[in-house]
């Protein structure tokens, strides 16, 4: 299992949005996808919630709610829980309250934890999808403990520039200082809701490329309409609408560099 966590400690940057469509792109492709919420808002976690429903998994799931691993589950004690189906090759970790609590605990236990129970669910995944929350906190370090890549969704904004540094820092605190994860390979940063016509976003944007270089991924994703209401199925399966073909080809686009660039 390959795991990606997506991450920006700034608010409503794309994170969710990148993460549901590399969840559903991954099972589409045939892949073992588990999606994980690691976010108090649970954003993600409602998105595979209206799926099970949809599907009819739900149901199953409240006659069994003991069995039911949640997101805080994940950095304790292997306690027999496990992801919750919701479609065909796609299982998911709700966020629950308690995730905010995992960072108050000692933090070395914490990610010990969660290591163990990632590699535990490896042999049934091919990829895990790990969604964040918009916060400075260990819990991004605990996130960043148990990936294998990170991607950082960013709108070209001079403040959302000058936040990045801090996801930057975290990365590099959690794969070279602290060696609390040294396997963790940043895939960069990917520029979201850029808007075409503004000339503002492409100077940004090239801001951005020459300050961070290779650290700004060359694809991007622009500023639709379609995606904004592709929250509980990908863009590519939304009703026929002005943008949906453009922004459907360049989501797959989008989530198929990502894959290569996983190894996937
Ligand atoms: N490329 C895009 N085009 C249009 N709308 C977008 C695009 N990307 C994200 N959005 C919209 O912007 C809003 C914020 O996106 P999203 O929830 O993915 O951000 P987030 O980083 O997860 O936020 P938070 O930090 O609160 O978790 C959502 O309503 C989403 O639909
Ligand atoms: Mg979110």
């Given at each position: 299992m390959k795991t990606i966590v997506v991450?920006?400690?700034?608010?409503?940057?794309?994170?969710?949005?990148?993460?549901?469509?590399l969840a559903?792109y991954g099972a589409?492709q045939g892949l073992r996808v588990l999606?994980?919420?690691?976010?108090?808002?649970?954003?993600?976690?409602?998105?595979?919630?209206?799926?099970?429903?949809?599907?009819?998994?739900?149901?199953?799931?409240?006659?069994?709610?003991?069995?039911?691993?949640?997101?805080?589950?994940?950095?304790?004690?292997?306690?027999?829980?496990?992801?919750?189906?919701?479609?065909?090759?796609?299982?998911?970790?709700?966020?629950?309250?308690?995730?905010?609590?995992?960072?108050?605990?000692?933090?070395?236990?914490?990610?010990?934890?969660?290591?163990?129970?990632f590699?535990?669910?490896s042999s049934?995944y091919d990829v895990c999808v790990v969604?964040?929350?918009?916060?400075?906190?260990?819990?991004?370090?605990?996130?960043?403990?148990v990936g294998d890549f990170a991607v950082?969704?960013?709108?070209?904004?001079?403040?959302?520039?000058?936040?990045?540094?801090?996801?930057?820092?975290?990365?590099?605190?959690?794969r070279?200082?602290?060696?609390?994860n040294p396997k963790l390979a940043p895939l960069g940063?990917?520029?979201?809701?850029?808007?075409?016509?503004?000339?503002?976003?492409?100077?940004?944007?090239?801001?951005?490329?020459?300050?961070?270089?290779a650290?700004?991924m060359p694809v991007?994703?622009?500023?639709?309409?379609?995606?904004?209401?592709?929250?509980?199925?990908?863009?590519?399966?939304?009703?026929?609408?002005?943008?949906?073909?453009?922004?459907?080809?360049?989501?797959?686009?989008v989530c198929s560099f990502i894959y290569k660039r996983m190894g996937l």
């Amino acid at each position: 299992m390959k795991t990606i966590v997506v991450a920006n400690q700034k608010g409503g940057v794309g994170k969710t949005t990148v993460a549901r469509h590399l969840a559903f792109y991954g099972a589409e492709q045939g892949l073992r996808v588990l999606a994980v919420d690691m976010d108090v808002q649970g954003n993600f976690s409602t998105t595979f919630k209206a799926i099970a429903d949809e599907n009819g998994f739900a149901a199953e799931q409240a006659k069994n709610p003991k069995e039911v691993l949640v997101a805080s589950r994940l950095f304790g004690k292997d306690d027999g829980t496990r992801p919750v189906p919701c479609a065909e090759r796609l299982d998911y970790v709700e966020a629950d309250s308690g995730i905010v609590e995992v960072e108050r605990r000692n933090l070395e236990q914490v990610i010990a934890a969660g290591q163990k129970r990632f590699a535990g669910l490896s042999s049934s995944y091919d990829v895990c999808v790990v969604d964040t929350g918009p916060a400075v906190s260990n819990l991004l370090v605990v996130a960043l403990s148990v990936g294998d890549f990170a991607v950082s969704p960013c709108k070209p904004d001079r403040d959302a520039i000058a936040g990045l540094a801090g996801f930057f820092s975290n990365v590099v605190r959690v794969r070279d200082e602290t060696g609390i994860n040294p396997k963790l390979a940043p895939l960069g940063v990917l520029p979201n809701q850029v808007s075409k016509g503004r000339a503002y976003h492409r100077d940004v944007l090239g801001d951005m490329r020459a300050h961070w270089g290779a650290g700004v991924m060359p694809v991007v994703l622009y500023e639709r309409a379609a995606i904004d209401v592709a929250k509980d199925r990908p863009v590519w399966r939304t009703e026929r609408g002005e943008s949906r073909n453009v922004a459907a080809k360049e989501m797959k686009t989008v989530c198929s560099f990502i894959y290569k660039r996983m190894g996937l």
